[in-house]
Antibody, heavy 124, light 107 residues
Framework: EVQLLESGGGLVQPGGSLRLSCAAS????????MTWVRQAPGKGLGWVST????????FYADSVKGRFTISRDNSKNTVYLQMNSLRDEDTAIYYC?????????????????WGQGTLVIVSS | EFVLTQSPVTLSLSPGERATLSCRAS??????VAWYQQKPGQAPRLLIY???NRATGIPARFSGSGSGTDFTLTISSVEPEDFAVYYC?????????FGGGTKVEIK
């Protein structure tokens, strides 16, 4: 069974930093791109960042580019999201999601399954 | 950036009725649309990808159609467990984007 367990969320002041982790199990981690998606309280879904299988290819939403960094450690089956210069509007549940399949953009940009999420609150 | 507009915002139905949810793209995105279901307090779940392919374990009452700019998610006969929020997503280009969601509520 595929499992994704996010951690690292919490309360942080504006301008601060957090590092989120997503520990994966139940599948061959190195075969799949991984993605972070966030959801502000009571709002819809927003794509944040995607990392390819090797970690070389990374993609970011404009709203986080230059502030957030996605990375992965394939030896630990874990993907990370380093969040710096946090703003009030970054407050959200952050979900980690596995790519549906391994065949390039055909299946790597669909998300299945998702973890249960970790809550990040940016507030003074 | 491809903007996805979902309608209606809220759909009020009784169990057993047919649900038709719409997702319209600001430009053609071929058939590169997925649909997700999210229940309160839960993570989203993939239902449909590439406009019409059901994900593993998804009941046959869920179907997707469309291409270009107009897409539809249909629930042929709504079950009590289907009351939730539904989101469309496009993968045609970066940045990946989601629609604003349609809430299917009990009438």
């Amino acid at each position: 069974e595929v499992q994704l367990l996010e951690s690292g969320g919490g309360l942080v002041q504006p301008g601060g930093s957090l590092r989120l982790s997503c520990a994966a199990s139940g599948f061959t981690f190195t075969n799949y791109a991984m993605t972070w998606v966030r959801q502000a309280p009571g709002k819809g879904l927003g794509w944040v960042s995607t990392i390819g299988r090797t970690g070389i290819d990374t993609f970011y939403a404009d709203s986080v580019k230059g502030r957030f960094t996605i990375s992965r450690d394939n030896s630990k089956n874990t993907v990370y999201l380093q969040m710096n210069s946090l703003r009030d509007e970054d407050t959200a549940i952050y979900y980690c999601a596995k790519a549906l399949g391994t065949v390039g953009p055909t299946t790597s940009r669909w998300f299945d399954p998702w973890g249960q999420g970790t809550l990040v609150i940016v507030s003074s | 950036e491809f903007v996805l507009t979902q309608s209606p915002v809220t759909l009020s139905l009784s169990p057993g009725e047919r649900a038709t949810l719409s997702c319209r793209a600001s430009q053609s995105i071929n058939n590169y649309v997925a649909w997700y279901q999210q229940k309160p307090g839960q993570a989203p779940r993939l239902l449909i990808y590439d406009a019409s392919n059901r994900a593993t374990g998804i009941p046959a009452r869920f179907s997707g159609s469309g291409s270009g700019t107009d897409f539809t998610l249909t629930i042929s006969s709504v079950e009590p467990e289907d009351f939730a929020v539904y989101y469309c997503q496009q993968r045609s280009d970066w940045p990946l984007t989601f629609g604003g969601g349609t809430k299917v509520e009990i009438k």
